[in-house]
């Protein structure tokens, strides 16, 4: 199949623009790296960036065209990206034959317009959505403005969505904005070499609460991400705990400076650590310096570093959710139905003076079952393109 792909750029300079191993999505790096390699499969793929034009070349023939859109505010900017992808992508179907216009994103929005337009079979690619949650919160002003592209994702999408299972229940969203549509809800795939360095790592079986403890909290430094409320669980375990434990905060988001300014008023500068996004190679001796794994996040909790912590052995703690009790309940993981730090703080406390050995155990064994090298992944991604009717 040849592939006209839009695509967002998802935070992924590292790789697209500056040549380096990326540190986030991996999703969209080998969905690219796999179709480039592919015999059968071939494409050509849009980004619009800030300021920068650019070409990347794979090794069998496809390419991916990045152009510059210079308009300064982040969503004024990605308001009109929409016009200029559809110009773009209009002007590649004039231009090349195709058999499939594969939207990533908001750009799903364009890539089912187009595909109505030119009569070529569309697909809506979606990495998880806020819509859910919002929705389910009342927040309609909010649903209405801030996230109108999401809500347009649901309500005017391509032939098929594919949308990545991570937690926050995009499926339900659908199921009352757009009830006719077809949705195809599919984890992630995972980097074989990955995943065998982190099962090579020895499974935490117990920690002696007489020494040091290390946590991690691991996502982009944003609100649903709650790395807030892993601070104070680490205030609580400390004050009303008494345990020597510390926290290292891996990502990098607009929430930054608030999280500093909490770690400040709680005092707990000597132990709350914030590193930057790491790159994808470098995650598994991040997971090996730490003990336990704090995932406390309010949506989206079920993406590729929750998976990848529990691949490595760490005593998992996270929050309950629908999708979360489906996958990781009983004897898989420690899941804690609360927001209150001090209710997380006393259940962690608890748990640490059991045997908890079974916890990393079975949550490791789950997740190697449950999840596929990406080869395997991609390729139950494009049976169900090629099954689109046309």
């Known amino acids: 199949m040849r592939f006209l792909i839009l695509s967002d750029l998802f935070s992924l300079d590292s790789w697209l623009i500056e040549d ?136 005017r999408p391509a032939d098929i969505i594919i949308c990545t299972e991570d937690g926050t229940e995009f499926d339900t969203a659908l199921q009352q904005l757009n009830p006719t549509q077809t949705c195809h809800m599919l984890y992630n795939g995972m980097n074989p070499v990955l995943k065998e360095k982190l099962l090579a790592l020895p499974a935490i079986e117990s920690i002696d609460t007489q020494e040091p403890i290390s946590c991690i909290s691991i996502g982009r430094l944003t609100q649903w991400k709650r790395h807030d409320l892993a601070i104070r669980v680490i205030y609580y375990l400390r004050l009303t705990h008494n345990l020597d434990v510390s926290l290292t905060i891996v990502g990098k988001g607009e929430e930054r400076s608030a999280l500093v300014k909490l770690v400040g008023r709680l005092g707990l500068g000597d132990c709350v650590v914030f590193k930057d996004s790491i790159p994808h190679g470098e995650i598994v001796d991040e997971l090996e ?92 991604e494009l049976d169900i393109i090629g099954n689109i009717p046309n």
């Open 289 to 380: 310096r730490h003990e336990i794994g704090l995932f406390l996040y309010d949506v989206s909790n079920l993406g590729n570093a929750f998976w990848e912590a529990c691949l490595s052995g760490r005593l998992m703690v996270t929050r309950w959710s629908k999708k979360m009790s489906g996958v990781f309940a009983g004897d898989h993981g420690n899941i804690i139905d609360s927001d209150d730090p001090e209710i997380i703080a006393e259940q962690l406390a608890m748990l640490l003076k059991q045997d908890f050995s079974h916890i990393p155990y079975n949550s490791r064994q789950l997740i190697d079952k449950l999840f596929v090298p990406w080869e395997l992944r991609f390729k139950e």
């Open 20 to 155: 380096q191993e990326p540190d986030i999505m991996p999703a969209v790096y080998e969905f690219f790296k796999y179709l480039g390699r592919s015999e059968e499969h071939i494409f050509a793929a849009y980004i619009i960036h800030k300021s920068v034009t650019k070409t990347i070349r794979f090794e069998n023939g496809s390419e991916i065209h990045i152009s510059p859109l210079g308009v300064p505010q982040h969503y004024v900017r990605k308001f009109f990206s929409l016009f200029a992808m559809y110009k773009l992508g209009r002007r590649a179907i004039r231009e090349e034959q195709f058999d499939v216009v594969y939207g990533l994103g908001v750009y799903s929005i364009v890539a089912g317009k187009l595909g109505r337009r030119f009569g070529l079979p569309s697909v809506s690619r979606l990495f998880g959505s806020l819509v859910h949650d919002v929705m389910s919160k009342g927040q309609y002003v909010k649903l209405y403005t801030r996230f109108i592209l999401q809500y347009l994702e649901a309500k």
